[in-house]
């Protein structure tokens, strides 16, 4: 089974148009995937949509958290979840059309070729951005070079929420001491999925800015980030996978 674990607070007005995508594209392209809806009790009633799409579709779940924790606590919840249920590759998506599902068959066709992780790359050739401001452009871009340098790692986008990774790494990286909540929790299972020796690769993709509802990004999560690279840089060595 193959898992796309999809983050939700206050996504109503997208969450249905990303799970038909998600659904056309897996039928077009033979691909036997799941859809974990992880939904922190958005106020919208995002939640209660999702119940009823789940009981639409069957090869979509939903799973409920008691309140809003970040991103970063979202996705441990599902990949725990996931995991549980024998999930051979789980993926992370957005669950505001950011990130289109027409690249699935690509992330899967990377794995098949022996990749352990696949990043969807915003920063590689045939890679992009649509609908930023030239600000946004300049903190993103200049996020991930900041990251690229404190860590040492050579993938140009360290911070896109669009990957797929094998059950094996999941299983290698210990979830327990992420306590990233933020766009951080991206860097982080990067850098220990790469200090755990697993083949990492990065996937060509065009990311296009929502257009509908607030993104999530906040000063905080943006220091939280700039922080968390230097408590990585000096912990404590990875045990090699």
């Not at 939903?62 to 990949?79: D, M, N, S, T």
């Not at 992780?117 to 649509?130: F, I, K, N, P, Q």
């Not at 979830?175 to 990233?180: F, H, K, W, Y």
Request: glycine share 10%.
């Amino acid at each position: 089974m193959n898992t796309i674990v999809l983050p939700t607070y206050n996504e109503r007005d997208n969450l249905q148009h990303a799970l038909e995508r998600i659904r056309e594209v897996a039928d077009g392209h033979d691909l036997q995937l799941h859809t974990l809806i992880v939904d922190d009790d958005s106020p919208d009633g995002t939640g209660e949509l999702a119940d009823r799409l789940a009981g639409q579709y069957p090869d979509v779940e939903v799973l409920h958290r008691a309140g809003k924790e970040g991103l970063g606590k979202a996705y441990l919840a599902g990949f725990r979840h996931a995991l549980a249920a024998g999930a051979d590759l789980l993926f992370e998506m957005d669950a505001d059309l950011s990130h289109d599902a027409s690249y699935l068959p690509h992330f899967v066709a990377l794995i098949d070729q022996g990749a352990d992780l696949v990043l969807g790359s915003r920063y590689v050739r045939g890679g992009g951005v649509e609908n930023w401001t030239l600000s946004r452009r300049f903190i993103s871009r200049g996020g991930c070079l900041y990251a690229q340098a404190v860590l040492g790692l050579p993938y140009h986008d360290l911070t896109g929420g669009f990957k797929c990774f094998r059950r094996r790494v999941l299983e290698a990286i210990d979830l327990d001491a992420i306590d990233t909540k933020g766009y951080g929790f991206q860097i982080e299972m990067t850098y220990r999925a790469h200090k755990l020796g697993f083949r990492v690769v990065e996937l060509p993709i065009i990311f296009v800015d929502r257009k509908v509802g607030e993104s999530k990004m906040s000063n905080d999560i943006f220091l939280e980030a700039l922080v968390n690279v230097w408590r990585l840089r000096f912990a404590r060595p990875a045990t090699p996978a």
